[in-house]
């Protein structure tokens, strides 16, 4: 499992150095796996359960980092969002990556409390409640690329703990009938604001996207991934969309794009093969689990690192909205990588420790 992790890195350090060739994003990203495999090692060697012990702890300091990043002057803004603090050396560090595992922990604390009977509204409340705080801080920012990947955390906390059948069913029908009608509520209100409507126009009405305005980062990436073919573009990376800097963030948020141009269809499916198998892996080391709280502190990994990956290839796709959502251990930046591999370490723990009571 961390060796295929590890592959991946490497695999999307290649990519970032094709994106970026003349930056040292790359080499900033070696640095980044060599402090994230420290920081997953030390992770895997400590008991989970004295780890969720502390999940207290470790939320507060989360919620305290998200704080700092909105004082002005110590948080970076960047294309409008105040998300980043900046660490010498290193570049920018986005604290919302960090929490989210601090945030997958407390959850899972709350959640995995013996029990003899589904889940009160109450006990619901209190765990929406702990993933609110966050998510309210993070949209302060403003970042609401990164909440939706939080969300799965509390889905899948809540579904693990013995919920009624009839209250999920409730939830999803609510869930239809209320996205439209908050959207509709956020755009009356001036909440949801004229670039984010046009964002989803693009994706809802493609062939009318102004591909010069809103529409440019979709329509660039389609086109780079289209030059890729069957087995990558052949032609000097001098001239590719993203070393032309036709493709935006072509080291972040569009790196599928990038794949998919330099190794074409095929090293595109070979690249989600990878994510299956290791989530395979990851979902084989919860059912493997000694109790209810390994395999439920692996499950919520599982939950944001599937999320993370469908909402960033699918914006690389033209499928979904730009959001912002960076690719798991291939998108250049320190915080996803870190907080990607603290995961693997969480469910290393629990692996080696699957024999002891």
Request: with cysteine; aromatic share 8%; charged share 10%.
């Amino acid at each position: 499992m961390v060796g295929l992790a590890i592959l991946i890195v490497g695999f999307g350090t290649w990519q970032i150095h094709n994106a970026q060739p003349t930056a040292n994003f790359w080499q900033k990203q070696l640095i980044g796996l060599g402090i994230a495999l420290v920081g997953m090692l030390v992770v895997a060697f400590m008991d989970y359960r004295k780890l969720l012990r502390g999940a207290p702890v470790f939320y507060v300091f989360g919620l305290l980092l998200l704080l700092i990043v909105l004082i002005p002057g110590v948080g970076l803004k960047i294309n409008g969002h105040r998300s980043w603090i900046g660490i010498p050396g290193l570049g920018q560090f986005q604290p919302s990556e960090f929490v989210k595992v601090t945030t997958a922990l407390m959850l899972t604390r709350y959640f995995s409390k013996p029990r003899s009977a589904p889940l009160t509204l109450k006990e619901m409340v209190v765990g929406g409640s702990i993933l609110v705080i966050p998510i309210a801080l993070i949209m302060l920012e403003p970042d609401a690329g990164s909440v939706l990947t939080y969300l799965p955390l509390l889905a899948v906390a809540i579904f693990l703990s013995a919920i009624r059948m009839r209250t999920v069913i409730a939830a999803l029908v609510l869930a239809v009938v209320a996205i439209p009608g908050t959207y509709y509520a956020g755009v009356k209100a001036g909440a949801i604001k004229t670039y984010q409507q046009e964002r989803i126009n693009v994706i809802l009405n493609p062939e009318k996207a102004d591909k010069r305005g809103f529409g440019y980062h979709t329509w660039q990436s389609v086109i780079t991934i289209g030059a890729g073919g069957l087995t990558g573009d052949r032609s000097s990376n001098e001239f590719s969309q993203s070393s032309l800097k036709f493709l935006p963030e072509p080291h972040t948020d569009f790196i599928f794009a990038v794949t998919s141009e330099n190794t074409g269809f095929t090293g595109a499916i070979l690249l989600l093969a990878a994510y299956a198998l290791l989530l395979k892996r990851l979902i084989r080391n919860a059912q493997r689990a000694s109790d209810r709280t390994g395999m439920m502190v692996i499950m919520c990994f599982v939950a944001g690192l599937a999320c993370q990956i469908f909402i960033n290839v699918g914006m690389a796709l033209g499928m979904l909205p730009v959001i912002g959502v960076p690719l798991p251990l291939m998108s250049a930046g320190l915080a996803s990588l870190v907080a990607t591999f603290l995961g693997i370490g969480l469910a290393s723990s629990v692996q080696m420790r699957r024999y002891v009571n």
